[in-house]
């Protein structure tokens, strides 16, 4: 099994390749290499990969070097146990000797005692810090600082063997005293497949996972703004599919539909190795490392039924060993500009109010004035009045008139509408010493809809301890607070059904507010005239007014969680392990009440 040690889980693999001013100091008697690793990725920043099969991690050595050379270090800890190493950036792969590819060989057989030279790149840059050795005598040198090296007392016909990471090794036999000049082929090492990906059960290399997944890292989350993480999953990952016809409710779907119940359709999700039953939003998506999807029916070899309709695996942040504090902050604020309500073409109000005369004087309503439970527009309000003998004609018009150049979206957009406000606040601080690592992190989210009375507010705490107990045995400890508070109090944006007169749309001359911004009713349910009369007085006002609704509405939830947890690990061997944890939660929501 491909092990990570000592860092995190993901990295770049951008070629890159060793610098000479890498210093290591380590000293210690019967140390694991573990610890050694730790140590050198502190002070060097570089990760170690490397098989199980190969190295033991466990394995214990004296060491005492100060201010060396990592190449140095490197070739003490293993080119007497018959590995070889690359570095890829960050990384340093470690595998199992390839026997030497190339041979020179240059003049005859010779007494020798003296051999120099110098050790570039193909470009003609001196390597600083590559290995000359003379093959069978156990004599070697390193190269300075210009690439050179010398040898004393070498017998004649000797074989030199050059090897420096990143490059192919060269063997050559030298026959006279001449300084040579000796250039080594970079090494590309494809290590694509040493890519790992976790299962939420275990962390495999890339090409032993089996089954259809895709893996999306810390990087590619980041690059899009959200609250919640599954919201930063919609548009980045293939085979994912993002159901919105119910905004309050939004569906997933990992490569169609495998239930027949939309109640049991959502995936399964894997927080940390363990499945999360809770609203996955409580988590603040700044904590997450990666998140990989388990498309088919493999991880139902894992996890059983419930990965029927896929599985999301999130991968959190954690801290590390030998790591000095590192405090990460995150700040976003998105401005979200309120909808243009004019793109779409609407009737005009007076040609609206022509046809309701039109269709008045033809009868069209005569079967619903009979009735006063049906409501009706205010024309045709108007109009019945004066059919009735209420109001005059003059009354009529003047009254219908006023509206012919009265837009309602022009009050959706005064009253209704704002610009909306998404604020994201994150701050995290990781780290750890030779047995103790940490991670604790906060954060403050607020987002204000561009629906006025909208509103949500989430603080979330996190904190994650682990302990080296014993070589072999890790202890965690962790526990996550959430708070959230969502107000839904807008009654609704253009076209919504609470402005429907019944099955009719809201007509574009009604009015929300007078001149005065005082909210005005809607005859939403009920006509005009049977409110007036109905209860005789007796009765509270049964008018709904839009305006009076965003100002009155109390619809809050208020979530909290509390989830504690605490873990094992136990190295059985270097390529198995056993985890356990145990997860506490508490959770409480207050809901609004439904007069």
């Excluded at 076209?495 to 507010?513: D, K, T």
């Amino acid at each position: 099994m491909i092990l990570l040690l000592a860092g995190s889980l993901s990295c770049s693999y951008a070629y890159g390749f060793y610098q000479a001013k890498d210093k290591v100091t380590v000293s210690g008697d019967h140390i694991a290499l573990r610890e050694v690793f730790a140590i050198i990725q502190k002070q060097t920043g570089y990760h170690f990969f490397y098989s199980g099969e190969h190295l033991d991690s466990r394995e214990k050595i004296s060491i005492h070097v100060k201010d060396a050379p990592l190449e140095s270090v490197l070739q003490f800890l293993f080119k007497e146990r018959g590995l070889e190493w690359a570095y890829s950036e960050n990384v340093i792969l470690i595998r199992k000797a390839a026997k030497a590819d190339k041979i020179l060989t240059e003049g005859r057989d010779s007494l020798l005692t003296m051999i120099t030279g110098k050790v570039t790149d193909a470009a003609g840059a001196p390597l600083v810090g590559a290995t000359v050795l003379a093959k069978g005598t156990g004599r070697g040198e390193v190269t300075n600082e210009e690439g050179k090296f010398s040898l004393s007392k070498i017998n004649a016909g000797a074989s030199l063997i050059v090897s420096f990471a990143g490059y192919q090794t060269r063997q050559l036999k030298v026959s006279s005293q001449a300084a040579l000049n000796i250039q080594l082929e970079k090494n590309i090492i494809d290590i694509a497949g040493v890519s790992v990906v976790s299962t939420g059960y275990q962390t495999l290399p890339k090409e032993r996972a089996t089954g259809s997944f895709v893996k999306i890292g810390n990087d590619l989350l980041s690059r899009k703004v959200s609250t919640g993480i599954l919201d930063r999953l919609e548009g980045v990952s293939s085979g994912v599919l993002f159901d919105r016809r119910d905004p309050a409710n939004p569906q997933i779907q990992i490569r169609g539909l495998y239930t027949l119940t939309s109640t049991i359709a959502q995936p399964l999700i894997v927080v940390d190795n363990f499945p999360y039953e809770g609203d996955i939003n409580n988590f603040n998506p700044n904590d997450v490392e990666s998140v990989t999807i388990l498309k088919d029916a493999a991880a139902a070899s894992i996890w059983g039924a419930k990965a029927g309709n896929g599985v999301i695996v999130i991968t959190t942040k954690k801290g590390n060993f030998d790591q000095k504090p590192v405090v990460s902050l995150n700040t976003n604020v998105t401005i979200l500009d309120k909808p243009d309500l004019y793109t779409l073409p609407q009737i005009p109000a007076s040609d609206y109010i022509d046809l309701e005369r039109y269709l008045f004087n033809k009868g069209y309503y005569n079967g619903q004035l009979s009735g006063f439970r049906r409501p009706l527009t205010p024309v045709v309000e108007l109009l019945a009045k004066q059919q009735s003998g209420l109001i005059s004609a003059a009354e009529t018009d003047a009254a219908i008139n006023a509206l012919r150049n009265t837009d309602v979206r022009n009050d959706f957009d005064k009253y209704i509408y704002r610009k909306g406000v998404n604020q994201q606040y994150a701050a995290s601080i990781s780290g750890g010493g030779k047995h103790v690592k940490y991670f604790f992190s906060t954060g403050f989210d607020r987002n204000l809809s561009t629906l006025r009375g909208n509103d949500y507010r989430r603080i979330t705490i996190r904190s994650e301890n682990t302990i080296q107990a014993l070589p072999s045995l890790q202890l965690t400890a962790g526990v996550q607070y959430t708070q959230g508070n969502l107000a839904n109090n807008s009654p609704g944006g253009y076209g919504s059904v609470n402005y429907r007169l019944l099955n009719r749309a809201l007509p574009p001359y009604a009015l929300l507010a007078d001149d005065d911004g005082n909210p005005l009713p809607i005859s939403n349910k009920y006509r005009a005239p049977y409110l007036d009369t109905v209860g005789r007085g007796m009765l509270l006002d049964w008018r709904y007014r839009p305006l009076e609704e965003l100002a009155l509405n109390d619809n809050t939830t208020n979530t909290k969680l509390l989830m504690a947890n605490i873990g094992a690990k136990y190295d059985i061997f270097p390529s198995l392990s056993d985890r356990s944890k145990i997860p506490v939660s508490a959770n409480r929501q207050n809901l609004p009440r439904v007069l």
